[in-house]
C-alpha cells in the first residue's frame, strides 16, 4: 500500500477536524499566500527579495498540506466506539489505566495515529501503550517499554 492509499484511522469528530482544517487552507490560507506572492513580486527584482523566497516555501507547504488532508479524507475508515466490543481494549476505546503498584489513573481515547493528541487524551494505537493495549482486557496488566525501563500499568476502565 503506497502512503497516497494507506487507510486513516479517525473518528466521526476527528474527520470533521480534517475536513474544517482543508477547507481553511483551501480557501483562506491559500488566498493570503497568493496575496504575499502578489505584494512580492510588485516590489520588482525576485532574486535577492526574501519575502518572495518565504511565501513561495509557504505555499508548497500549503499545497503539500491540502494533498495529504484530501488524501487523509479519501481513505478514512471511521472508527466508531459505540459498535465495537467494551470487553477489551479496541480503537475508538476510551480507557483508564493506573501505573502499577501506586500510581495515578489517566483516560485516553485509543484513536488512529492521524488524530493522535496526547496533551488532549488521544494516544495513537501505534504509540507504545496504545499498542500494548490493543487486545486487552481490564483488569490486565500491560508492560510498556520506556527509555528509564519498563513501566506496568493496570487497565482499570473501558468505557
Do not use: C
Request: no cysteine.
Amino acid at each position: 500500500m503506497t502512503q497516497q492509499n494507506k487507510e486513516v484511522l479517525l473518528t466521526e469528530e476527528g474527520l470533521a477536524k480534517v475536513k474544517e482544517e482543508l477547507e481553511l487552507f483551501k480557501s483562506k490560507k491559500r488566498q493570503d499566500v497568493a496575496q504575499r506572492l502578489k505584494e512580492a513580486i510588485a516590489q520588482g527584482d525576485l532574486s535577492e527579495n526574501a519575502e518572495y523566497d518565504a511565501a513561495k516555501e509557504e505555499q508548497a507547504f500549503i499545497e503539500s498540506r491540502i494533498v495529504t488532508l484530501e488524501n487523509m479524507i479519501r481513505n478514512a475508515k471511521i472508527i466508531n466506539q459505540d459498535t465495537e466490543n467494551k470487553n477489551f481494549v479496541s480503537i475508538g476505546a476510551k480507557v483508564t489505566i493506573q501505573e502499577v503498584p501506586e500510581g495515578d489513573e489517566e483516560t485516553y481515547t485509543i484513536v488512529g495515529s492521524a488524530e493522535s493528541d496526547p496533551v488532549s487524551g488521544k494516544i495513537s494505537n501505534e504509540s507504545p501503550i496504545g499498542a500494548e493495549l490493543i487486545g486487552k482486557r481490564e483488569g490486565e496488566i500491560v508492560k510498556v517499554p520506556a527509555p528509564s525501563g519498563t513501566i506496568e500499568f493496570k487497565i482499570v476502565e473501558i468505557h
